[in-house]
Every structure is written in C-alpha cells, then in structure tokens.
C-alpha cells in the first residue's frame, strides 16, 4: 500500500470535501422526492454494487483483526448512519443557521480527539488554522438568512420549539460522529489500502440501513420518481459512497487528522459556490469574508513550514 506524497494528499482532501459539498447543495430534489431512509438504503445499494470488485482483501493486505472490524463497524455506524440521523434531526427541531454554527466546530473536535486518541502533536499552527476555519464556517452559517423551526418539518411538532434544547445537543452528536469519522479513519489507513475501506464501510452502512430502507420501498410509489431523479440519485450515490471516501481515506495516509480536519472548511465554500453557478443563489458580503478565513485556514496548514522547505532544499 503505497503511501501518497503530502501535496497530493492535500488534493485528495480537498477534492473530498469541495465534491460532499457540490452532492450536498444538488441533492435538495432527491430529499424532496424520496423518504430518508429509502434514500439512505438506495444510496448505499447502488455504492455497493459499483464498489464490488473493491472488496477482495489485496496480497499485501494483512488479515482483518477484531479490532479492525470494530473500528469499520464504528466508522460506518458514526459517519454515515448516526451523523445523517443527528443530522437531519437537530436541523428538525431547531434550524440550518443553528445547524452551520455548531458545525463549525468540526475542525476543532478533529484537533482535539486526534490529540487525544491518536496522541498527534498538534503545532500552534495548526490551532490557528483549525482557529480561522471554526470562524470562517460560523461567519458563513450566520450570513445566510434565518429560518425558524416553525418553517422545518419538526419532530416535536407543535412542541418543537420547546425542543432546542434536544436540537442543539443532537447537532454536537453531529459533530463528534463527524470528528470520530475522521480520527477513525486515519487509524484505518494504517492497516488497509483506501479502497478497501471505502467499499467495507459502504457495506456496513447498506447492512445498517437495509431494514428501514426496505420497510419504506414496500410503501413507495416508485413510478412516481421521474429518470432525472434516478440520474442524481446515481450521481450523488457514488460521490457520496465511493469518491468522497476513497479520496479521503486517501488523504489521510499520509496527512495526521488534525490537518485534515481542516479541509471540511470546503464542504460549505463548494455548497455555496454550486448554489450559485447552479442554483441562481447569490453572495453576500459577510459570506465572501466567510470563505477568505476558510481558504485562509486551509492555506495556513498545508504551507510547508521553515524546517520542511530547509529539508527539501
């Protein structure tokens, strides 16, 4: 398993989070179409056919442990099946802006626990990159226009805005699925090639998703769903399932967590960006400054430092 130099490394990141950003914004009309759940389980299915010849363990591919299969059961059932339900749920009860200002605490949940579990040395530099990038995720969140509970399908119903309290707390589990998402992965890429684990913990998500999935298709007008639906659901199916993870996983072989964490500062730069060019949506002021800092972050931790700029010369 070769390891990636550190500039491509950086590329795979970015390119990672620039193409969750760019499902996220054109997914709206597969949410507005199909049941949560049923996409889920589509979502994975169709990532599971195509990542099928990915799954054979490779020559050079040690055999799996125990304590390997614990972390792929982990990393699917935090990253992909327990962050979307936190996800959706926490946004339910309280709203997208509230949502975007918590999350902009993923970098720094990313330092901390790769600091904690992984026992990485984190330079000052690094902080104030993770720093400007929790600012510059905030500034975006704040800049968009406010929409209230009141005007989100809310899971209390009338009583939702008696339920912030249960809003916030299951966007801070969004956030700390995200964080271990990314600590367990770096800890993956010691011992598997990135393909193997993108395809095996698309497998646990379609295991994970299969009972509701199925329970919701049993009462599903399929025939209702038109072709330019099935071609999105196929596009956002494999960025979602296959590039976006292998390219992470990728990344991180040869980049420490906490500096990848970094990169997730371009989920929202690309959202907005498609949101824009694709979408008809339009920048503010306050989001324009919002994306310097988040540029500014990722470029503060991946500039070569004094020491590594001497050693290359």
């Known amino acids: 398993m070769s390891t990636p130099s550190r500039p491509l490394a950086y590329l795979c990141l970015a390119l990672s989070m620039s193409l969750v950003g760019s499902y996220v914004a054109?997914?709206?009309?597969?949410a507005a179409t199909l049941p949560i759940f049923l996409l889920a389980w589509l979502r994975f299915g169709i990532g599971a056919i195509a990542m099928a010849h990915w799954l054979p363990k490779p020559a050079d591919e040690?055999?799996?442990?125990?304590?390997?299969?614990?972390?792929l059961f982990l990393e699917a059932f935090l990253g992909n099946f327990l962050f979307t339900l936190c996800m959706i749920s926490?946004?339910?009860?309280?709203?997208?802006v509230t949502a975007g200002v918590i999350m902009a605490g993923?970098?720094?949940?990313?330092?901390?626990?790769?600091?904690?579990?992984?026992?990485?040395?984190?330079?000052a530099r690094t902080?104030?990159?993770?720093?400007l990038a929790v600012l510059g995720i905030g500034l975006f969140a704040l800049s968009k226009p406010e929409h209230s509970a009141h005007g989100t399908p809310a899971l209390g119903?009338?009583?939702?805005?008696?339920?912030?309290?249960?809003?916030?707390?299951?966007?801070?589990?969004?956030?700390?699925?995200?964080a271990a998402y990314s600590v367990i992965g770096k800890k993956l890429t010691g011992t598997l090639g990135p393909k193997r684990i993108t395809s095996l913990i698309n497998l646990w998500g379609f295991a994970l998703a299969t009972p509701l999935g199925v329970y919701t298709a049993l009462?599903?007008?399929?025939?209702?769903?038109?072709?330019?639906?099935?071609?999105?659901?196929?596009?956002?199916?494999?960025?979602?399932c296959m590039w976006t993870v292998w390219l992470w996983m990728t990344g991180l072989k040869a980049v420490p967590a906490a500096q990848g964490g970094i990169f997730t500062v371009l989920l929202p730069v690309s959202a907005a960006l498609v949101g824009v060019l694709a979408l008809g949506e339009s920048f503010n002021a306050m989001q324009l400054l919002a994306f310097a800092l988040a540029l500014a972050s990722v470029l503060l931790a991946t500039l070569p430092s004094r020491l590594a700029r001497r050693v290359g010369s």
């Open 26 to 30: 054109l997914s709206k009309p597969l």
């Open 219 to 240: 009462r599903f007008d399929f025939s209702a769903v038109g072709w330019n639906t099935w071609l999105l659901l196929l596009f956002y199916a494999l960025a979602a």
């Open 157 to 178: 119903g009338e009583n939702a805005p008696n339920m912030a309290w249960l809003g916030h707390l299951l966007l801070v589990g969004a956030v700390l699925c995200e």
């Open 62 to 71: 040690p055999p799996l442990t125990a304590s390997t299969r614990r972390l």
């Open 90 to 96: 926490g946004v339910s009860l309280t709203s997208a």
């Open 127 to 131: 902080w104030f990159a993770v720093a």
């Open 106 to 123: 993923i970098p720094a949940a990313v330092a901390v626990m790769s600091w904690f579990f992984l026992k990485e040395r984190i330079s």
